[in-house]
């Protein structure tokens, strides 16, 4: 028997949702900061085994849009809910937010299978967590609760029995060997992104996108250029910093992020340019890969 199924992981921000993905996968394959809205994108990751192939979805921290990336942005939560053979929503013990509210709605009234991921129970105690179990028992009744740690990769292995015994039957859905259907150029774009998050506060990370202008594959070394596309002249100049300081650390990061992800040398160069409003552009959201349908 062949189990195979799509497991699609959703929550508010900061809950610690790529954490989980990347444990689960194996692989870090979503970009993890402090900041909320770090993950924008679905990002997949594929499982396989001889008798099952999971393949897990990432997904932005549930939040009221605020312009059309934000708008693209629910779009693939609302999409993960729809096509999920199995649904991970994921709370942890400190969240107290009510936005998602009505996703929660919605995951009432479907016959998918629910699994509730109370993630960081590090950071409480247990009769703290004995509480929020009870509640969440009370919200979601149909849901297996699971208490877990990503970060401490605390029953980690006791969520992943319990997915597999919900997965239904069927055949794989990629060749075995598969990890994700994102690209390179996807993972260099992310990498440099997650670079701007750590180095930057406020709203520059918010307005910053990246291009992959050029990806060479060379046997020895990747050849890769960015463009850094910012909302405003102001942004850039912070950006670049005084004599491109800031940009050469950002560069640096990033290239050894990539040179550990690709397990080969990587010459990065980076640029910076001002594309006013892209985050409520059409064809510019269209271009950074953004679902606007």
Known sequence: MHKSGFVNIIGNPNVGKSTLMNRLVGEKLSIITSKAQTTRHRIMGVVSGDDFQIVYSDTPGILKPAYKLQESMMKFVTGALTDADVILFVTDTVEESDRAAEILDRI???????????????????????????????????????????????????LFRTILELL????????????????LRF??????????LRHYDK?????????IDSYKEEPTIDRIAATIYVARDSQKGIVIGHKGERLKKVGEGARKELEAFLGKKVFLQLFVKVNDDW???????KRFGYELE
């Open 108 to 158: 009432r009234r479907t016959s998918v299978p629910v699994v509730v991921v109370i993630n960081k129970i590090d950071l409480t105690t247990p009769e703290a967590l004995e509480a929020l179990v009870a509640r969440w028992h009370e919200q979601l009744p149909e849901a297996r609760i699971v208490p877990a740690s990503a970060r401490e990769n605390f029953n980690t292995e006791g």
């Open 168 to 183: 239904p039957e069927g055949e794989a859905y990629y060749p075995k060997d598969t990890l994700t259907d994102k690209t």
């Open 187 to 196: 993972f260099a774009s992310e990498i440099v992104r997650e670079q701007i």
């Open 203 to 211: 709203e520059i990370p918010y307005c910053c996108e990246i291009a």
């Open 279 to 285: 985050r409520n552009n059409d064809r510019e959201l």
